[in-house]
């Protein structure tokens, strides 16, 4: 199997070192020559150190789409500009064999969007991976209207030969980790709002929940990535949650931060303007605060769950890997019980009157 990768960010690169460990050729297609330089001196030593890594053929980086012309799959890993993306696989189109497989790693754009002008929709799709690499194996294969099953079996095979676990994704539910990530830090953002807590503290508690801070999460993406799945993934349950942080980051942009680098959100808070208000003890806030976030958290789940096209324990088993998750959902369920999860989310909806609030169907968490 040939494979060939378009984008030489962090995440082409580590599909690039990643691939070289299977059975099957790698070719990288770069516009940076001096990113071209500093991968074939990182790969020569790699290879040098690890010869075993070699797998069919040397891997090449190049800066011609032509290069691609023999790959079975190519997987594009470009900046979230729909644009961009669109021209890639229009040339592509002409260049490569009439079985290539065409995915497109897009984190906030619809496979439907990025291929509405192909003209073999049925062998493009969506494959979304996740940071970091090493360590979360789920893959998203977010399938688009005109995708052929065929193509969804043969990306399904690929994920596994290339030890990633694949999660099926078809119709609203497409990009659905994305939606789950963004949608907990639009809700932790909000919390910030009340004034009791700063997002440093608040992202010590999502960390009794996640494996990571949520806005630490956002600072590691960065501003663009995450300003482009504000704007592209809210449905119309979601659009006024998200508009506060959508907000905040979008003026930051304008003062030329970028985040990441000392530019996040959590560098840039200010906490002496104010002393915290909350003045409680870890286990206090966590009352206060950590349930209302695992109380969102479950039913967010729980709403998604009731899509009939996703295979439930699949879908679960994705969120507990991507999230980190302190336990299981169904024992973070029932460490909370249902009583207290929905006294929690009437709570927020008689003070909100935002039918988010809603409760989904929670029986979900009780099955076996």
């Known amino acids: 199997m040939t494979i060939g990768i378009v984008g030489s960010g962090r995440m082409g690169q580590d599909l690039f070192y990643s691939f070289m460990e299977y059975d099957c050729e790698v070719i990288l297609v770069s516009r940076n020559l001096e990113q071209i330089e500093k991968i074939t001196k990182k790969t020569q030593k790699i290879l040098k150190r690890e010869p075993e890594r070699m797998g069919k053929g040397s891997p090449m980086i190049t800066d011609k789409l032509s290069d691609l012309a023999g790959c079975d799959v190519i997987i594009e890993t470009v900046i979230e500009d729909l644009a961009v993306k669109q021209d890639i696989f229009q040339r592509l189109e002409g260049i490569a064999k009439s079985t290539c497989i065409f995915a497109t790693n897009s984190s906030s754009l619809d496979v439907s969007d990025v291929f509405c002008g192909a003209k073999a929709k049925e062998r493009c799709l969506g494959l979304h991976y996740f940071y970091p690499l ?11 209207p005109d995708t052929s099953d065929e193509t969804i079996t043969e990306m399904v095979k690929f994920l596994f030969v290339t030890g990633r676990k694949p999660l099926v994704l078809r119709g609203e539910n497409r990009l659905v980790m994305s939606k789950i990530l963004i949608s907990l830090a639009a809700y932790a953002y909000m919390l910030s709002l009340e004034g009791e807590l700063t997002l440093k503290e608040l992202d010590q508690i999502t960390k009794q929940v996640l494996l990571f801070g949520i806005f630490e999460m956002v600072d590691s993406t960065g501003f663009p990535i995450i300003s482009q799945c504000l704007t592209n ?10 508009k506060p942080l959508l907000l905040k980051i979008s003026d930051l942009k304008k003062q030329g931060k970028e985040g990441r680098r000392g530019e996040g959100l959590l560098s840039l808070e200010d906490c002496r303007k104010r002393d915290s208000a909350f003045t409680g003890s870890l286990e206090e806030c966590y009352e206060k605060y950590g349930i209302r976030f695992l109380s969102f958290l479950l039913n967010e ?21 991507v999230l980190g998750l302190s ?20 709570a927020e909806y008689k003070k909100s009157l935002d039918p988010l609030f809603l409760p989904a169907d929670l029986k979900v968490y009780g099955e076996h």
């Open 301 to 321: 789940i729980a709403r998604y769950m009731e899509d009939p096209l996703l295979d439930n324990k699949q879908f679960q088993e994705s969120v507990e890997e």
């Open 233 to 242: 993934l809210p449905d119309k349950i979601h659009s006024a949650l998200y």
């Open 134 to 144: 090493k360590l979360i194996s789920t893959a998203e294969v977010n399938a688009g």
């Open 327 to 346: 336990a299981s959902l169904k024992a973070l369920y029932k460490e909370l019980k249902e009583e207290k999860l929905l006294e929690t989310l009437k």
